[in-house]
T-cell receptor, first 111, second 114 residues
Framework: QQPVQSPQAVILREGEDAVINCSSSKALYSVHWYRQKHGEAPVFLMILLKGGEQKGHDKISASFNEKKQQSSLYLTASQLSYSGTYFCGTEIGGSQGNLIFGKGTKLSVKP | DSGVTQTPKHLITATGQRVTLRCSPRSGDLSVYWYQQSLDQGLQFLIQYYNGEERAKGNILERFSAQQFPDLHSELNLSSLELGDSALYFC?????????????FGEGSRLTVL
């Protein structure tokens, strides 16, 4: 049931864009995105609910395609502060309370 | 500061021992979640409590147990510890009974089993 994230790691230069994908084999009720910096706790970025709703956070946005059971996180004009590991969390429809995270995508932004 | 407090921050113990990790959720939050984070597995969901009752269960071993007390703090008990239990254990809290909103994570308890 664990969602699959790709890529596992990505290295960017400041100002470059990146896309992180999250897919599930199960029908999804919602998708959650978190960022964890090294040695710190995960921090919430956004939630996407079924219905194709797209939400943004500064220059970070995401989409959710419930038919394909996929979500993508878009990082535009990356900044050094974007470095960290990004986790998508999926809530399987009907299993309220059970948020399953993928293994994470490590993003490194270089100057 | 997320408002979620976890103690202890670091714990070193031996195989076969038992430890208790404690979590105080944000003021007003009714749900507490426990996650285990190891290098190769990401964030593994263990268990969730909502207002004192178990709400959802994940990949929690039988050697592990948890509870949420009337004051809403939660404890995760790990017994008969093995080397593979070494990990960072996160507690998170939220207001609602399901993850329909933001989860606030504590700073974690790093457990090392020698």
């Amino acid at each position: 049931q664990q969602p699959v994230q790709s890529p596992q790691a990505v290295i960017l230069r400041e100002g470059e864009d990146a896309v992180i994908n999250c897919s599930s084999s199960k029908a999804l009720y919602s998708v959650h995105w978190y960022r964890q910096k090294h040695g710190e706790a995960p921090v919430f970025l956004m939630i996407l609910l079924k219905g194709g709703e797209q939400k943004g956070h500064d220059k970070i946005s995401a989409s959710f395609n419930e038919k394909k059971q996929q979500s993508s996180l878009y990082l535009t004009a990356s900044q050094l502060s974007y470095s960290g590991t990004y986790f998508c969390g999926t809530e399987i429809g009907g299993s309220q309370g059970n948020l399953i995270f993928g293994k994470g995508t490590k993003l490194s932004v270089k100057p | 500061d997320s408002g979620v407090t976890q103690t202890p921050k670091h714990l070193i113990t031996a195989t076969g021992q038992r430890v208790t990790l404690r979590c105080s959720p944000r003021s007003g939050d009714l749900s507490v979640y426990w996650y285990q984070q190891s290098l190769d597995q990401g964030l593994q969901f263990l268990i969730q409590y909502y207002n004192g009752e178990e709400r959802a269960k994940g990949n929690i071993l039988e050697r592990f147990s948890a509870q949420q007390f009337p004051d809403l703090h939660s404890e995760l008990n790990l017994s008969s510890l093995e080397l593979g239990d070494s990990a960072l254990y996160f507690c998170a809290s939220s207001l609602a009974g399901g993850p329909t909103g933001e989860l606030f994570f504590g700073e974690g308890s790093r457990l090392t089993v020698l």
